[in-house]
């Protein structure tokens, strides 16, 4: 059976490794970055850079943006040298950034008017998952379409979960993310006070890791990125701060009281420690908040 030519819109630390997983399984990829030098560097037998994101629409039935924030991905659908503009009839845009549910919405319902579709299939799992072909990916959509480009989300995802119609795995992600922050926010605080005991951090993790409290963060991140000092899992604060701002988002009563304060603890990170900080430095600044030093 002959496989559908695509296109793939954002080439950064997770839309790299996403095309070459693409591109291996065969497929025909046309790419665009806004970094131009990103872009070509990706340029092979089953890779063709395009110079617009309409140029990329012009080649592609099936479409994958892979962006920052909803906003971008409006911008890359809607304008002048946009994706609409040049979309063929029955076109399919899979939205896998981690975007704004209302917003998506709105994006969905304008591909529809040009009589095509967009759906979101965000995805969890990190750089490392990204390029193994492991990321876990919610979809957001009809089950019709899923079963359509379903083949090409399991090139990139080990697990695909439909989680209902357009903008609730939009949704989802963030509300994986909550959890995930909230997590690793809880556990340095752990290991700061278990310090100050005189407990020491590298066993504190082995401990939680065999115990109740093992989390993502105690397995994957505390040694790795934070104890290591090296600090550069490949997801920005911002970013992380940007997706607690979706989930609470959620909280019409703002009750979720645990949330909130989340959410208030990494924003002001991000706001201390500036643009192009990795989330795993939290804990450094948790740690400078506390008075404690983590090593």
Same mark, same amino acid.
């Given at each position: 059976?002959?496989?559908?030519?695509?296109?793939?819109?954002?080439? +950064?630390?997770? +839309?790299?490794?996403?095309?070459?997983?693409?591109?291996?399984?065969?497929?025909?990829? %046309?790419?665009?970055?806004?970094?131009?030098?990103?872009?070509?560097?990706?340029?092979?037998?089953?890779?063709?850079?395009?110079?617009?994101? =309409?140029?990329? =629409?012009?080649?592609? %039935?099936?479409?994958?943006?892979?962006?920052?924030?909803?906003?971008?991905?409006?911008?890359?659908?809607?304008?002048?040298?946009?994706? #609409?503009?040049?979309? /063929?009839?029955?076109?399919?845009?899979?939205?896998?950034?981690?975007?704004?549910?209302?917003?998506? @919405?709105?994006? =969905?319902?304008?591909?529809?008017?040009?009589?095509?579709?967009?759906?979101?299939?965000?995805?969890?799992?990190?750089?490392? /998952?990204?390029?193994? !072909?492991?990321?876990? &990916?919610?979809?957001?959509?009809?089950?019709?379409?899923?079963?359509?480009?379903?083949? &090409?989300?399991?090139?990139?995802?080990?697990?695909?979960?439909?989680?209902?119609?357009?903008?609730?795995?939009?949704?989802?992600?963030?509300?994986?993310?909550?959890?995930?922050? !909230?997590?690793?926010?809880?556990? &340095?605080? %752990?290991?700061?006070? +278990?310090?100050?005991?005189?407990?020491?951090?590298?066993?504190?993790?082995?401990?939680?890791?065999?115990?109740?409290?093992?989390?993502?963060?105690?397995?994957?991140?505390?040694?790795? #990125?934070?104890?290591?000092? @090296?600090?550069?899992?490949?997801?920005?604060?911002?970013?992380?701060?940007?997706?607690?701002?979706? %989930?609470?988002?959620?909280?019409?009563?703002?009750?979720?009281?645990?949330?909130?304060?989340?959410?208030?603890?990494?924003?002001?990170?991000?706001?201390?420690?500036?643009?192009?900080?990795?989330?795993?430095?939290?804990?450094?600044?948790?740690?400078?908040?506390?008075?404690?030093?983590?090593?």
């Amino acid at each position: 059976m002959t496989k559908p030519q695509l296109g793939f819109i954002g080439l +950064g630390s997770m +839309g790299k490794p996403m095309v070459l997983n693409l591109a291996r399984a065969g497929y025909a990829v %046309a790419v665009y970055d806004a970094n131009a030098q990103a872009a070509a560097q990706l340029s092979s037998e089953h890779i063709r850079v395009m110079d617009t994101p =309409a140029a990329v =629409a012009e080649h592609a %039935a099936i479409i994958i943006t892979m962006l920052p924030t909803s906003a971008i991905v409006e911008e890359v659908l809607t304008g002048p040298e946009g994706v #609409f503009a040049a979309m /063929r009839p029955g076109t399919i845009i899979v939205d896998m950034s981690s975007g704004v549910p209302d917003m998506t @919405k709105v994006l =969905a319902a304008e591909a529809k008017k040009r009589d095509a579709q967009l759906v979101d299939a965000p995805v969890s799992g990190g750089v490392t /998952r990204a390029q193994t !072909g492991e990321l876990s &990916i919610m979809y957001g959509g009809s089950d019709e379409t899923l079963k359509h480009i379903e083949p &090409i989300l399991q090139v990139m995802g080990s697990s695909v979960a439909r989680t209902g119609d357009v903008g609730t795995a939009h949704a989802m992600k963030a509300l994986n993310n909550l959890v995930s922050a !909230g997590g690793f926010l809880i556990g &340095i605080e %752990a290991i700061l006070l +278990g310090k100050q005991g005189g407990l020491d951090p590298e066993v504190m993790v082995d401990i939680l890791n065999a115990s109740t409290g093992m989390n993502n963060s105690t397995q994957k991140k505390f040694k790795q #990125f934070v104890l290591s000092g @090296k600090y550069n899992a490949g997801f920005g604060l911002e970013l992380m701060v940007k997706d607690l701002g979706i %989930a609470l988002g959620l909280d019409e009563g703002h009750k979720a009281q645990f949330s909130q304060r989340c959410l208030e603890i990494w924003s002001d990170a991000n706001n201390t420690l500036g643009k192009g900080a990795d989330h795993t430095e939290l804990a450094r600044h948790v740690s400078q908040s506390i008075g404690v030093p983590l090593t």
